[in-house]
Each structure stands twice: as C-alpha cells, then as structure tokens.
C-alpha cells in the first residue's frame, strides 16, 4: 500500500464527468456562426484564402497547467499569439493540470485545454482517474514530449529496471499522488515488467505532491523518485546536482512493448544531458496535446493549429523542449479526433 504523505489533488477530481460537452455554449460571435462560416472582416485579411482574420468571438478559457509552471507559460504565449488573428482578446489563458483539464473542459467551463495522452485516453475509455467516458475533446496539435524519469540514487549499482528485479534490489521509492501522470507512467511500465512500485519497495511507497516530493529525494528519505519531465529539464539537473544521482533506464523491448500498448514514444536521453550521466538512457515518454471541445468554432480550430505552426520558432523561446520536435509531427499521437477546423489547415498545408 502507498503511504500517503500529502494530497493536493484538485476537487474537480471528485466530480462526475459528462459524456457529452455541455454546461455552456460555444462561442457564438458577432462575426461567425458556431460552425465558424467567416464573414467579412474589417480589415479584409486572409489566411489561406480559408477564413478571414479579424473574427469576433465570445470569451474562451484556455486551461493550462499550475501557476509558474511550465504549461501555463507556453498557455500565455500560445493564446497571445492565437489573439492575434482575431478582434479584440477573446482567448483567456487560466491555471489548470493534465489530470483535471478533459474534466473541466466536458463540464463547459473551458473552451481548449492542454493534456497528455494517457489522460485523453482514459478520458475516451472511462477508466481511472476518470469514472465515465468523454467523447467531446478533439485534438488540434501535439507539442512537445514528457518523458518518464526514474531518478534514484547514484550508489545504486543497477543501471536499468530489468537488472534491479533481476538482482532482486529493493529500494525506498517516492512518487506524486495517484493518477498524477508520472505516478501512472511507473505504475504502467513496472506492471508491463510484470511487477509493481509496491514490490519493488517492500511496501513502503512515499508520496508528495510537488516540491515536497523533490525536497524529500534531495534529503534522502527515499532513494528512487518517480517523474514527468521534458528532455532537456531545468529542475532535474538542479535535483541530480544537489544530490548525486542516476537515471535508470528501460530495457528495449519493453519500451517497444509500452509504446505499442499506449501509444507512447521511445527517447532516448543523451549521455551528458544531465549530471553524472555518462551513457545514453532509454526511457519512454508522451506527448502533450492542444485540445478543444467539439463545438469550437471552426475558425478558432483552424488558427489555432496554424499559430501552433507558423510561431513554433517563438515558442521555442519560452519552453525549449519546443525545439525537440518538428513541426511535422503535430498531427501525430493526437489520441483524440481532429478537430474539422483544424484538419482543415493540415490539409491545406499538406501534412494531412
């Protein structure tokens, strides 16, 4: 049994999801239709001969990560730039979490949302953390990578998973709570190694929320930590230099194996990338993914997939996990729909 030092998870967590998209309408407009059909603007500026810029539309939270964090600073810059094509600033960047954000967005609370695979997955199958299906999230672009770390101290002489169960090695562990994604990733790839956090800790799992989690690892009240971070990732080079540390890495076939099941990617993490690493780690990660409800005006889906486009060079600037990826690749691992409108862009563009 995990042994629960701190929660803090949000109270949306505790309510019934819609199936459908509904509680508020979509944005009506003065100068769309909820299909998004264009007319006219003022200034008469094109995009892609598809839909006019300028467009009015009603109020439409944006629902990104924590405060400070690293998703609601790409949130802001994704909605700045996405306001610009239409009149006034009608996109409105708020804090939100992966976990939460499907949830908030069927209720109707929010518009577009940002979240990662395993949660839209789950959110699409009715499984945990969720308790019935959401069928209403559509995908607009896929963005950067997150990836499983599984940190533990450097005196550690295993340097994969494989080779800890192998020699039987138990070590303290110390994770976020559940149906945090990075307490799901190292639940579903020890599971896939036939063995859980549970087993490999002799029962004694720590578990915090956030800072609390880290500073404990740093104090050494644990020897494993369990996290969720892009490649490359500030905070985990300052908690691998404040305590000499290691990254255990996946073994080849079952990364292939995790990647086929969920639909996640295989990364590499390059020797050097983080202190004291001397070779290269494999390890699995997934995307995050730019989604709306599907009742988004198709316009606003169409210039959301061409700002993710077009401004990737500047978004590069504000998180440089952004420059880990091509712009090719934000029609893949979109786990949900596509969104009409914006198909419609990849199509114009070429990529769909």
């Not at 949306?12 to 998209?21: D, G, P, R, V």
């Not at 020890?190 to 956090?197: R, V």
């Not at 091509?326 to 409108?341: A, C, F, I, Q, R």
Request: proline share 4%.
């Amino acid at each position: 049994m995990k042994k629960m030092v701190s929660i803090m998870l949000s109270t949306a967590m505790f309510f019934t999801l819609l199936t459908s998209c509904g509680g508020s309408p979509a944005p009506t407009g003065s100068d769309v239709s909820k299909s998004g059909a264009p007319t006219q603007s003022s200034s008469g500026s094109t995009s892609g001969g598809t839909f006019e810029e300028g467009m009015s539309f009603d109020v439409m939270e944006f629902v990104t990560g924590p405060s400070g964090g690293g998703w609601a600073q790409i949130g802001a810059a994704i909605a700045d730039k996405a306001n610009g094509y239409f009149s006034g600033f009608p996109i409105t960047a708020t804090t939100g979490g992966s976990v939460a954000n499907p949830m908030v967005m069927a209720s109707g609370e929010a518009m577009i949302g940002l979240s990662q695979g395993i949660f839209l997955s789950a959110s699409l199958e009715g499984t945990e953390p969720y308790t019935e299906k959401v069928d209403c999230l559509r995908g607009i672009a896929s963005l950067d990578s997150s990836l499983l770390y599984l940190v533990c101290d450097a005196s550690v002489k295993e340097n994969t998973v494989g080779e800890l169960i192998a020699n039987g090695t138990k070590l303290s562990i110390g994770t976020l709570p559940a149906g945090n994604a990075a307490d799901m990733l190292m639940d579903l790839t020890l599971a896939e190694y036939g063995t859980t956090a549970e087993a490999l800790s002799n029962n004694s799992v720590y578990v915090a929320d956030g800072s609390a989690l880290t500073d404990a690892y740093s104090d050494h009240h644990f020897d494993l930590i369990s996290l969720n971070r892009a490649l490359p990732n500030a905070s985990l080079t300052e908690l691998m230099t404040g305590r000499d540390s290691k990254i255990l890495g996946i073994e080849e076939d079952m990364a292939q194996s995790l990647a086929e099941k969920y639909d996640w990617e295989i990364i590499t993490i390059p020797a050097g990338t983080y202190p004291g690493q001397e070779t290269d780690v494999l390890t699995v990660g997934m995307k995050s993914v730019l989604i709306v409800r599907d009742d988004c005006p198709d316009a606003v889906a169409y210039f959301l997939a061409k700002t993710m486009y077009d401004h990737k060079d500047y978004f590069e600037t504000v998180q440089t996990a952004y420059a880990a990826f091509d712009k090719e690749d934000m029609v893949n691992n979109l786990t949900v729909p596509v969104h009409p409108g914006a198909e419609l862009f990849w199509k114009e563009i070429g990529l769909m």
